[in-house]
C-alpha cells in the first residue's frame, strides 16, 4: 500500500504532494513501483497534527482519488471522517483506512456496513495532539488485542460483515517509543485472531530513534526507509495482509524476498526427510 498524503504537514514529505496533480502523479509513479494500493489522505495524523475542515478535506481528496480510479488504481481513503469515507467510496474508493477504528466518528461504522467497503480499523486511542499521553499499557500486545477486538464487535453491531475488516496494530499512534517493538515481534499473535493485518510502520519515529545518530539526534524521516523495507519483509514473513509504506520499490523487494523464503520453507518442509547416511 502506497501513501499519497496530500497535505501541507506530513510528518514524512513536509506537502510534497499537495497539489493534486502532484499527488495523482506521485500516485501513478507508486503503481509503476510496484504499489497493489494506493492510501490517499488529506488531513494530518503526525504527532501534535491539529484536525482541517471536512470541507477542506473533501476538496483535497476527492480530486486524486478520481483521478487515479480512471487510471486503475484500487484506491485506499485515509480518513477518520464517515462523510469523507462515504464520498470516496461514491467516488470510487475500495478501502476506507480509518486510523481511530471507528472511534473519532459515530457514522463511521454504518457506512462500512452500507457501502460493503474494505473496512482498516487502526488501534487508537486518541487525536494526533493528544495520543502520546495514552502511551500506558500493561501489556502492549494483548491490550492492543483487547481493543482491536472491542472494534471489531461494534463493527458486527453495526452489520459490517468479517470479510469487510482488516485490523492495524497502530504503530506510532499512542505508542511513540518501545511499545511498538512487542507489536512487532509478536504480530502472529494478532494474524492468528483471523482477520487480515496492515502494518503501518513507514518512516515513523520509533525508527529514527532506532537509528539516531551518535550525538542521539533521531535520523530524519527520509533516512529511514531501509529500516522500514527490513519491517516490511518481517512482517510479511510473519502473516501480515499488507505493509503501507511511502517508499514502495524498496518494500515490494523485501516483500517479495519474505514471500520466497516462505514458500521455500514449506516446499523444505512438505518433502521426505533424506537419511544423511545414503550417498
Known amino acids: 500500500m502506497g501513501v499519497i498524503n496530500v497535505t501541507p504537514d506530513s510528518f ?12 495523482i502523479a506521485h500516485g501513478l509513479a507508486l503503481i509503476d513501483d510496484g504499489a497493489d494500493l494506493l ?9 501534535g497534527a491539529r484536525r482541517v475542515p471536512v470541507d477542506a478535506e473533501l476538496v483535497r481528496v476527492l ?18 471522517r464517515a462523510r469523507v469515507a462515504r464520498e470516496a467510496v461514491a467516488h470510487g474508493a475500495a478501502i476506507i483506512n480509518d486510523v481511530s477504528g471507528g472511534l473519532a466518528d459515530d457514522a ?13 480499523a487502526m488501534h487508537w486511542r486518541g487525536h494526533a495532539d493528544v495520543m502520546d499521553t495514552f502511551d500506558d499499557y500493561a501489556d502492549v500486545v494483548t491490550d492492543v488485542r483487547r481493543e482491536l477486538a472491542a472494534r471489531v464487535a461494534a463493527l458486527r453491531a453495526a452489520g459490517v460483515h468479517d470479510d469487510q475488516v482488516v485490523l492495524d496494530p497502530g504503530l506510532g499512534f499512542a505508542k511513540p517509543g518501545a511499545s511498538n ?3 512487532l515481534a509478536r504480530l502472529p499473535e494478532l494474524v492468528a485472531d483471523g482477520f487480515p493485518v496492515l502494518v503501518g510502520a ?3 519515529r520509533f525508527l529514527g530513534h532506532l537509528l539516531a545518530h551518535p550525538d542521539g539526534e533521531p535520523a530524519p524521516p527520509l533516512a529511514r526507509d531501509g529500516a522500514t523495507a527490513a519491517i516490511s519483509a518481517l512482517a510479511a514473513a510473519a502473516g501480515a495482509w499488507c505493509v503501507r509504506v511511502h517508499d514502495v520499490k524498496g518494500s515490494a523487494d523485501a516483500v517479495r524476498v519474505a ?11 512438505t518433502e521426505p526427510s533424506a537419511d544423511p547416511r545414503r550417498a
Open 63 to 80: 480530486p486524486v482519488i478520481d483521478a487515479l480510479v480512471a487510471g486503475g488504481a484500487t484506491v485506499s481513503v485515509d480518513t477518520t
Open 108 to 120: 463511521m461504522h454504518e457506512v462500512v456496513a452500507q457501502t460493503g467497503a474494505v473496512y482498516v
Open 39 to 47: 492510501d490517499v489522505g488529506g488531513e494530518s495524523t503526525r504527532p
Open 12 to 23: 514524512s514529505d513536509g506537502g510534497r504532494w499537495f497539489t493534486p496533480a502532484a499527488a
Open 259 to 269: 514471500a520466497a523464503w516462505r514458500a521455500a520453507s514449506i516446499d523444505l518442509s
Open 181 to 183: 517493538w512487542p507489536l
Open 202 to 204: 513507514s518512516r515513523k
